[in-house]
């Protein structure tokens, strides 16, 4: 996450501290399957590193340009705004936007680079698809071949030439009874 920037013309006080800190049962037994599944080294560093995301991605930093998490500006919009966006594109234009957008999709770089997992390895797709849950695009769920997802932000052909470039397979979509739901049957 890179080192301490200087606050206010001061360098950070970066000297290690012994805290102490209660939590439930349920919590402590999740730390310790991470730290078994070697996702962190130890308790202490897992905390630690909870805190500094926790700092880095809350919604408390606001500048007059905007809110910023990371390397990524935040913009809140309704989705008739989005809507209408997506409305002026053809259907071929917006899978042609998604393959793009698809092709440089920060969260490959988080699956990559936090979690040490290849994102086109479908056994990483349901890291992937929990990452972009997390980040709004609707409830994603993974059937054998069938990704599911309910109230999405963004339009099926859309969807599919970002899903399509992100995890390296090729999909077809599926027919649904109701417009609150994508589904894509991965073919290859």
Do not use: C
């Not at 935040?74 to 917006?94: C, G, R, Y």
């Not at 997390?134 to 599911?148: F, K, N, P, T, Y």
């Amino acid at each position: 996450m890179g080192s301490p920037q200087p606050m206010s013309g001061k360098l950070d006080d970066d000297r290690k501290r012994i805290i102490s800190v209660t939590m439930s049962q349920s919590l402590v037994s999740q730390i310790d399957e991470l730290v078994g599944e070697r996702v962190g080294r130890s308790r202490a560093q897992l905390i630690e590193d909870a805190v500094r995301w926790f700092i880095d991605l809350t919604v408390y930093k606001w500048s007059e340009r905007g809110i910023y998490i990371d390397s990524s500006r935040v913009v809140l919009q309704s989705e008739t705004l989005s809507s209408l966006f997506f409305s002026k594109l053809t259907p071929s234009d917006q899978y042609e936007l998604g393959v793009t957008a698809g092709s440089q999709a920060p969260v490959a770089d988080v699956v990559r680079l936090f979690h040490g997992r290849n994102p086109k390895d479908p056994a990483n797709f349901p890291l992937v698809l929990r990452l972009l849950q997390e980040q709004g695009w609707g409830a994603i769920s993974l059937r054998g071949d069938l990704i599911v997802i309910s109230s999405p932000f963004y339009p099926a052909p859309f969807i599919r030439g970002f899903l399509e470039s992100l995890l390296g397979k090729k999909m077809e979509i599926e027919s649904v009874s109701t417009k609150d739901t994508v589904a894509l049957r991965i073919v290859e």
